[in-house]
């Protein structure tokens, strides 16, 4: 005769739980067929309650049904806090060459900023003067100037922001950017410096690549 302490815990259990969802839905299956009791001596439904009144066992884990249960939303999530999104800056590009010099003032979406954008050519230096100093000087003073403007009367309209961010962004070498480093560090910048929050050099730097062309003979 085969006992149920000789049975695997996991046939015990689910034989458990068959008779547990059985009794729940008044389809009480009490005995096996002849065959069950002959092979094994008993009746499993017999020896499970050994005449005590019909109660539905105890179940080492919760009666088996529809598995609605999601892992991924098991845990309530709290909702997440409005935080403001910081706002983007806006842009000042100063492209730097060896014969000239550009400073362009955009919104942070990208967009031209109105008469935002300066050459050493639209400050009045031809020719070689065009490289010089003075000329990155002067287009570095009168873009500070129109900044000046867009700190105070921000174009809302066109894209622009308030309280006015400023990203500075170096592109290139030559006399222009040195000047309109200066620039920025003297008294014609103070008005703008505090609203800098980055400058970048986004000069790129050339890694091996394709043969440099023959240095120009003096």
């Known amino acids: 005769m085969v006992s149920l302490a000789q049975l695997r815990p996991s046939v015990l259990n ?53 598995n609605t249960y999601n892992p991924m939303t098991a845990t309530k999530k709290e909702p997440k806090k409005d935080i403001a999104e910081p706002h983007k800056p806006y842009h000042l590009h100063v492209y730097n060459s060896h014969n000239n010099c550009r400073i362009v003032f ?15 050519g639209s400050c009045g230096f031809k020719g070689a003067n065009k490289s010089s100093y003075e000329a990155g000087y002067q287009c570095a003073v009168r873009a500070f100037k129109r900044i000046e403007e867009e700190i105070f009367r921000p174009n809302i309209r066109d894209g622009g922001i308030s309280p006015v961010k400023l990203a500075l962004k170096f592109k290139g070498f030559g006399w222009g950017r040195e000047a309109v480093q200066k620039a920025f560090m003297t008294s014609e910048g103070d008005k703008i410096r505090s609203s800098v929050v980055t400058v970048e050099d986004r000069t790129p730097i050339k890694i091996g690549g394709t043969r440099a062309k023959k240095a120009r003979r003096l």
């Open 106 to 120: 955009t919104y942070p979406s990208g967009k031209l900023v109105k008469n935002g954008w300066w050459t050493s």
């Open 14 to 66: 689910a034989a458990r739980q068959f008779l547990h969802r059985a009794r729940l839905h008044e389809n009480v299956i009490f005995s096996r067929p002849p065959s069950f009791r002959t092979t094994y001596g008993f009746s499993l439904a017999e020896e499970m309650f050994k005449g005590d009144d019909p109660v539905a066992p105890p179940l080492d884990s919760p009666p088996m049904g529809p």
